[in-house]
């Protein structure tokens, strides 16, 4: 009789810790939250193309320049400083979206640094993720943003057929910035040309 009493005493907390342990096996586990992504780097900010400030005179700008003929066409012929006088870099411009500009432009209205132009080139299969990141970046503080990656103004350099839609666009601190994205046929690369104009040129 104690040995039945005994074996039943050990069977109970043997049976409970069965029922607590296949309990606790069928809650559902919960994933931990994905990590945040890794920060931008600090070229993604159109701030980095800024030199010199709008304004400044040519003996200003501290790199090396030549002077360059622009051609416009119809849609962007005109430009908010008039007819400026362009200068290219002599060398490598800032760097831009983690990469060398292919393009780099100081305009100056009246003898003074009215418009800022670079143009990178991106790759097709991550372009609308860098221009995304890049937007959401630029338009945290700006003023009027616009985010329609599928519209915006036809531009018929290099191919009448070629489209530049605006990708982003706004104002921060007195600048306006416009991002134009164009993609040529039968190249593999998108081209993202930002062009960040002072509030007033003429001043």
Sequence with gaps: MNYALLHVRWAVPAVTAIMLAACAASKPQIAPPPPPPPPLDASYDWHVLLIAPFGSVLKDIPLAVHEVLVFRDEAHGESPAGDPECYAVSGTGPRFLTRSPSSYLLCFNRGKLSRIEATVRLPENGSAQIVADACALWTKNAHAPNTAASAGPERSEGSKDSKDPVACEGADGGIAFAAHIE???????????????AADPAS
């Design 183 to 197: 993609r040529e046929p039968n190249e593999e690369d998108t081209q993202l040309t930002i062009q960040l104009d």
